[in-house]
């Protein structure tokens, strides 16, 4: 999704693009559409979306979350790429099994590891099973 909102021109293109990835990306379009950006505030995002790439002080960071954090980086795609870089396994495999077993709650800390839940087999591998939701072997 990256290269999509980098090549946005104005906010209706921003929107008509993350539009694209609509069901990976449900709260950047929210965001997208939540924002009232005149020429300015979008020449703001772009500079903003690029100065992210590189290292930043924390509040710096923190301001950009707050205001871009869903468009840069939506909740599910973030998950996702967790789950796919802990288990080795293709982006898409892990965003289907996640679809299969719901992504764990956004804002609840205490629960960070059970995004692993019932996303992998009692051998550590990923799988396809009938687990309810959360099933399957917790790691730690």
Request: overall charge positive.
């Amino acid at each position: 999704m990256g290269p999509a909102i980098r090549g946005a021109k104005s906010r209706a293109d921003l929107i008509v693009r993350i539009e694209l990835f609509a069901e990976a990306a449900a709260d950047a379009l929210a965001q997208a559409e939540a924002m009232s950006m005149s020429d300015v505030d979008f020449s703001d995002f772009r500079r903003d979306l690029r100065k992210a790439a590189k290292e930043q002080p924390e509040a710096w960071i923190e301001k950009f979350n707050e205001r871009f954090g869903d468009i840069a980086m939506p909740y599910k795609m973030l998950i996702a790429s967790m789950v796919a870089w802990q288990f080795r396994c293709p982006w898409g495999c892990a965003f289907i099994r996640l679809q299969e077993t719901g992504f764990p709650p956004r804002k609840d800390r205490k629960k960070k590891r059970q995004y692993l839940a019932g996303i992998i087999d009692g051998e550590g591998h990923i799988c396809r099973s009938t687990h309810t939701k959360w099933g399957g072997a917790l790691i730690p």
